[in-house]
């Protein structure tokens, strides 16, 4: 791909690569240990709001510091889960796009809208 096709996302995944490469942790980063380590990012993102309620988050938003650190939790379970793609071989763009495919099959619109039940309950 050259650079006048390449995306934010590329130059992104790019960018997580060069900063992986220049400390050697690819060694560390077999596809086993990028899930195990997404999962603990997402229960560190899990943290951020754990025993807040909606206005008790809200306020936490408008808290540049909060706010920082709920950005900084984010960012490391979206890194994770670019180099579990990386590694797996597959576009993570595309893969969240042919979910939302699948998923409008399970959730359409005449039975869904409004709902929050599980497609198998609709």
């Known amino acids: 791909m050259n650079d006048s096709t390449s995306?934010?996302?590329?130059?992104?995944?790019?960018q997580v690569l060069?900063?992986?490469e220049a400390r050697d942790w690819q060694q560390f980063h077999t596809l086993?240990?990028?899930i195990v380590s997404?999962?603990?990012e997402a229960g560190e993102l899990l943290?951020?709001?754990?025993?807040?309620?909606?206005a008790q988050i809200a306020a936490m938003l408008a808290d540049p510091a909060a706010r920082a650190h709920l950005e900084q939790e984010c960012a490391d379970v979206f890194i994770y889960l670019l180099l579990?793609?990386?590694?797996?071989g597959f576009?993570?763009?595309?893969?969240?796009?042919d979910k939302v495919r699948v998923n409008e099959t399970r959730?359409?619109?005449?039975k869904a809208k409004g709902n929050a039940k599980k497609h198998s309950d609709l």
Do not use: C, G, M
């Open 7 to 14: 995306t934010p996302l590329d130059a992104l995944i790019k």
């Open 18 to 20: 060069a900063f992986r």
């Open 32 to 34: 086993r240990n990028l």
């Open 38 to 40: 997404t999962s603990i």
């Open 47 to 54: 943290e951020t709001i754990q025993w807040k309620d909606d």
């Open 84 to 88: 579990t793609a990386h590694t797996a």
């Open 91 to 97: 576009d993570l763009v595309k893969a969240a796009a």
């Open 107 to 110: 959730y359409p619109v005449e």
